[in-house]
């Protein structure tokens, strides 16, 4: 087997699903462990992959393998598996707060671990994912695995001092953005319209603004801009939103996802 997962939730999917659907690596190169059957027969049905109820067999199986349980999980699995860990195989993680040098402790030997950190868009291969190798990968390793990882998101490569604020631009923000679409949606059924097509309206508003960020390399305020008009509609918007401190907000709460991250 070329990559396993121990761990076959939401996250897991999404990157197996990438990966399967981009033909990085074919389904029967794949291998799931999961205690809770339905999760491991989910994947199976979904996807082809083979599964287990072994952690073990994961690792005994696979070249690549993916810590892709909740972080509270990560010292008992490490404690389960760490022995079993071969010197050229490659460990994704991506739980939050689990820092390289902490990995590095529970295995207790020298092991090649990339630290990531993708968010749930990968669901819909548009996820962002920041990875951060350790001193053990070489190049060419490294490169496989940003593979990998592009097959359900952009990539990039960030110093480990970063991960933290990854988690709060881009591994949290989802619901952030999803609070927001629905309060937007709220405003226009209040509007009249109803909910199915408030939801398109003001999730397609937010597709859209997202792929002028990317797209045109704008700043995001020549952009905002660019929908002001004098005297306008959306202006009145804006002076409203900084009124209530929606900026504030935005970064208030950023900034508590951060010291929480930190401190997992």
């Known amino acids: 087997m070329k990559l396993g997962f121990i761990g076959t939730g939401n996250m897991a999917s999404a990157i197996m699903g990438g990966i399967i659907?981009?033909?990085?690596?074919?389904?029967?190169?794949?291998?799931g462990a999961d205690l809770f059957a339905p999760g491991r027969e989910r994947v199976k049905e979904q996807f082809g992959i083979n599964v287990t109820d072994s952690n073990k067999e994961v690792v005994e199986k696979a070249e690549v393998i993916v810590l892709s349980v909740k972080p509270q999980f990560y010292a008992s699995v490490i404690a389960e598996i760490k022995d079993d860990i071969r010197e050229n195989q490659i460990i994704i993680t991506i739980a939050p707060g689990?820092?390289?040098?902490?990995?590095?402790?529970?295995?207790?030997?020298?092991?090649?671990?990339?630290?990531?950190?993708?968010?749930?868009?990968?669901?819909?291969?548009?996820?962002?994912?920041?990875?951060?190798?350790?001193e053990y990968m070489k190049e060419d390793e490294i490169t496989y695995v940003k593979t990998l990882l592009e097959s359900?998101?952009?990539?990039?490569?960030?110093?480990?001092?970063?991960?933290?604020v990854v988690v709060s631009v881009s591994g949290s923000s989802p619901a952030y953005v999803f609070m927001m679409i629905e309060a937007m949606a709220d405003a226009?059924?209040?509007?009249?319209?109803?909910?199915?097509?408030?939801?398109?309206?003001?999730?397609?508003?937010?597709?859209g603004s997202a792929k002028m960020v990317l797209d045109t390399g704008k700043h995001p305020g020549e952009l905002k801009d660019m929908v002001c008009s004098p005297a306008g509609t959306t202006i009145e918007a804006v002076r409203t939103l900084e009124e209530l401190g929606f900026r504030s907000a935005i970064i208030e709460a950023m900034k508590v996802c951060e010291e929480i991250s930190k401190n997992m």
């Open 21 to 31: 659907k981009n033909q990085v690596i074919p389904a029967e190169e794949i291998i």
């Open 98 to 134: 689990k820092t390289l040098a902490w990995l590095g402790e529970q295995f207790g030997k020298a092991v090649k671990i990339v630290r990531t950190m993708p968010n749930t868009p990968a669901m819909v291969g548009e996820g962002m994912t920041a990875a951060c190798p350790n």
């Open 152 to 164: 359900f998101s952009r990539v990039e490569i960030i110093p480990e001092r970063l991960m933290d």
């Open 188 to 207: 226009a059924v209040s509007g009249g319209m109803p909910r199915p097509q408030a939801y398109q309206f003001a999730a397609q508003a937010v597709l």
